[in-house]
């Protein structure tokens, strides 16, 4: 009876997997598509990947409406842990699928950045004329906004950048970035709930301060990940103090709320 | 049992074998091949339907083999409510481009003039005309 039903919860997961896997793979020409025919302009493509984390988001809610309304009975009324397998089975389902989405999304915007960085490298080479006298103008950076007086006649020229320097150096870059760091984020996901499961079959024991230093450390390791690859592509020094705001939330919200690890390592603020 | 009752009861077998662990087995039985377990489950059912065609010229029994393969495969394997199609999506996203690319420009350098001589702003962050000394970005009146 117990292995009727986990069989027939499989063949329904697999199904929205199908399902996902055929949405990736029709998204994937299309965002790549929109991405090189707007290079210069995110709008689309974000436009774009807002409709698809809809529709991805409509699997996962269709995982939770069935399970909710005719599954999770069923779990239940055999009880003990083929129940604990089905909640297990469902939160899985969801979190790998979400997983898979996003890196599908990071490998897209990746392709995506990886494609602009010489066209932007070739605008940011080419030269800038005053438009006063037409003399060459010494800029200092192509990469920002700049007011430079002309060597020549010292007329003051305000220069932005070209869009596809904005796009690469901008969202481009910020993308590369989020995808190097992404690996990790989900490190931190499927740490939290192997300690969940861990906690349960230990009926509720409560996490080992060690644990929690294990959780710390991956965490780190997203930001730090994030500001030293943004910085390699930027070439701008790591912008330690966003790691160090990213920490701060995560121990003030997250680890100085539990009383043993605040006993072992005291509030961090 | 009538052909119809037999159809009914390969139906429910092949239903409830698929969702089982004892599918390879019944899929073997039907001669049933496929890539996956859904792509099986369909061969059965075809083989199924292929057989009572032979069995009867009734004209209710052929329109419910005409059927029968879809609804079964309606009962044993779950929608998942999605729609298939992406293209709507595609095209909502590129709606609005012409309209933006028509209001934004191309040019990335600009010098501040003076609205009453024309003269160019020369200090930086000075906004009075090094020339006739009115306020650079100041309307005539």
Known sequence: MSQE?????????EKVSERLDAIIQEAGQGVLAIGRAHREDSMPLNNALTGLDHRVRQLEERIDQVWDDKVEGQFSSVGGKVHDLGIDMTADAKRTHRQRWERAKASWLSTLANEAKPLALAAEAEPVACQNCGAPLALPTRRKTVSHPCGSCGTVNQVVPP??????????????????????????????????????????AAETVESMETWRDLERKVHQTYAETLASLTGEPIDTGFV??????????????NQAWVKVHGRST | MDLVGTLSAHRAHLV??????????????????GATREDQLRAALTAVVTWARGLTADPAVL??????????????????????????????????????????????????????CGAPQKKLLKFTCEYCGLPLYEELR
């Not at chain 1, 481009?172 to 995808?179: E, I, K, R, S």
């Not at chain 1, 705001?245 to 100085?256: E, I, V």
């Not at chain 2, 409830?16 to 091949?33: I, L």
């Not at chain 2, 729609?83 to 095209?91: E, Q, R, W, Y």
């Open chain 1, 5 to 13: 039903l986990i069989d027939r919860w499989t063949v329904f997961i």
């Open chain 1, 163 to 204: 869009a596809i320097v904005r796009a690469y150096f901008g969202a481009g870059c910020v993308n590369l970035a989020n995808a190097a760091s992404l690996p990790h984020r989900h490190a931190v996901e499927d740490n939290r709930v192997e300690v969940d499961r861990w906690s349960r079959a230990r009926n509720w």
């Open chain 1, 244 to 257: 160090e705001s990213r920490m701060k939330h995560f121990m003030k919200y997250g680890l100085d709320m």
């Open chain 2, 16 to 33: 409830d074998a698929f969702r089982g662990p004892s599918w390879a087995a019944v899929a073997q039985d039907y001669g049933a091949t």
């Open chain 2, 63 to 116: 329109a419910h083999l005409d059927t029968f393969v879809s609804e079964a495969m309606d009962a044993a394997v779950p929608k998942t409510g999605a729609v298939a199609g992406l293209s709507m999506i595609f095209a909502n996203a590129t709606a609005s481009t012409g309209w933006w690319a028509s209001q934004m420009s191309s040019k990335t350098t600009y010098v501040a003039s003076c609205t009453s």
